[in-house]
């Protein structure tokens, strides 16, 4: 089965989470900055002010994201993003029609609410439940609505020149209702509403149904036909038929391997409702695996990956708010200019992405992480000393392919480590560490710009602290599970 086989519902999920990150992310993750630009010079606000509105949706992250982790757990993701794709659309609007610096604040704190409850969290937990052995190029693919966001920055910027920002931001409100709202039904299923098993493989079968099947054959010194998982009946020729009672041991076994039972294997096709499927929960062996949110906070690998994380996001928000400034003001670039270094970066984001597709589980994750700090603190130092436009395609590249390959790998490895049982509740504590780095990017940047006149001075502290950053990975080892508890161990 291919990558994006229709046949899997699991790459729809895919699908319509990479256009709902792409939505978010060119409507404003990554064309914030350009509303920065226009804001400071049209409004005279300072720039650590817009930087607070940066920080005030980490801050509304961080205080959400364990309710929302264990609203997820217990209720699903469709119902969360339907109400956070309309909240996020209103807030674009709102943001419009905004006059002050707190109606601007106001306007912040919906868009922010509505981005967590339909955005990357609820997403992501929704393709982990889909996947095990190709979690990581799941999510890597459905990253690149997250970098294709990024090409939307200069037609934002453009219809900012053309329209103004407010026009600009309504438009893009009504846009995320027109194409958000149709795509929330495909959250409502989990597999085995359908019937169906992650990565659309049928699991081993049991070791129950494994131990009875009878010995070696004494007659033709062969074993017994073994059944594959989801076989509906054991056949064989006529001329090699035993005796009822010889069969009956092969026929429980073949019983017991049965995955799924025939009636709910018929009942699964995509456009089935949960109803429709049998009443009788699957009988895997490793149905509710992994960690307790509890357990998980008494390994190391837990805060050093939520510090990793975090760290990545100082230069990724930092990034998003300020870049378009910097090179406006400290570059002499102009707006348009800035926007396509900013889709250049994009461009590369998506190399990223489409690398991870490609070697997700093929190698040790952390160590890839590791590596992407390094793309990130060095691509930074090219874009504050830049001296010429081969400095800024430097930055593009190194910050975007290391943006897009360690993106998905974030909740892959905690997916890896700690299982699917509290998934949610996970990502959600992990939120809590990250907000700091998500918070203190853009306010590190943006102050030290306001004391000093540029922001050279910041962009290096957040640079240096990147490169340090990839520590935290190399030492965030896979935690061994307490006893009792079973994890998707990728030996990648």
Known sequence: MGFFSNRFYGWRVVAAGGVLQFLQAGMLVQSFGAYVAVLSAERGWSKTALSGAAALQSVETALIGPVLGWLIDRFGEARLIRLGVIIFALGLMVLGNVDSLAGFYGAIVMIALGTSLSGYFPINVAIIHWFERKRARALSAC????????????????????FGWRMTAMGSGVLVLLVGLPLVSVFRYRPRDLGLHPDGEAPPAPLSAQAALPPLSPQTSSPAPVLSPGSAALATPASQATSSAQATPVAQAASAAQWPPAKQAASATPGARPEAAISAPLSSPDEHPGFTARQALRTGAFWLLAIGHGVALLVVTGVNVHAI??????????????????????????????????????????????????GHGFGLLMLTYATGPLMLLAFAILHGVAWGLRGPFMQAIRADYFGRRSIGMIMGLSSVIIAVGQVAGPMVAGGMADLTGDYRLGYTVLALIAVAGAFAFLKAKAPQPPQGVRTQRNPM
């Open 325 to 374: 400034t910097h090179m406006k003001e400290g570059l002499g670039y102009t707006v348009a200019q800035a926007s396509l270094v900013i889709s250049l970066m994009t461009l590369a984001q998506i190399g990223g992405v489409l690398m991870g597709v490609v070697i997700g589980d093929r190698f040790d994750k952390r160590r890839v992480a590791a590596a992407c700090m390094l």
């Open 143 to 162: 990253g690149l609505g997250l970098a294709l966001g990024g090409l939307a920055v200069p037609v934002i910027a453009a219809s900012m020149s053309y």
